[in-house]
């Protein structure tokens, strides 16, 4: 599997490598969160939104309605295993 990253940085220690985009919504990871279990944050317009990946769970949720959330939640589900993959590769497994 061939991944690739984008960057942002909103500080120099901090990036933002985006690994979806689907529509609206931007899928990415923060460098400085490898201590934590496989995640993924999501944004679109204002809002924000942040999944566990395993098992797929809510973790928090600024500005999306109840149907976005099933949505974002669909698109995780079918890029799962990009997002697993992207993780790996970014944090090392």
């Known amino acids: 599997m061939n991944v690739s990253f984008s960057w942002t940085s909103t500080e ?3 990036s933002m490598p985006t690994v979806l985009r689907a529509g ?8 400085n969160e490898r201590g ?5 944050h999501v944004e679109s317009g204002d809002s924000y939104a942040k999944f566990w990946l ?3 769970d809510l973790a928090k ?8 959330l099933t949505e974002i939640r669909r698109l995780i589900q079918e890029n799962i295993l990009i997002l697993k ?3 790996d590769a970014y944090f090392g497994s």
């Open 36 to 40: 934590e279990p496989q995640h993924v």
């Open 24 to 31: 609206e919504y931007r899928f990415f990871f923060f460098s």
């Open 61 to 68: 949720s600024v500005g999306y309605k109840n149907i976005e």
């Open 12 to 14: 120099a220690w901090i």
């Open 54 to 56: 395993e098992p797929i």
């Open 85 to 87: 993959a992207s993780w």
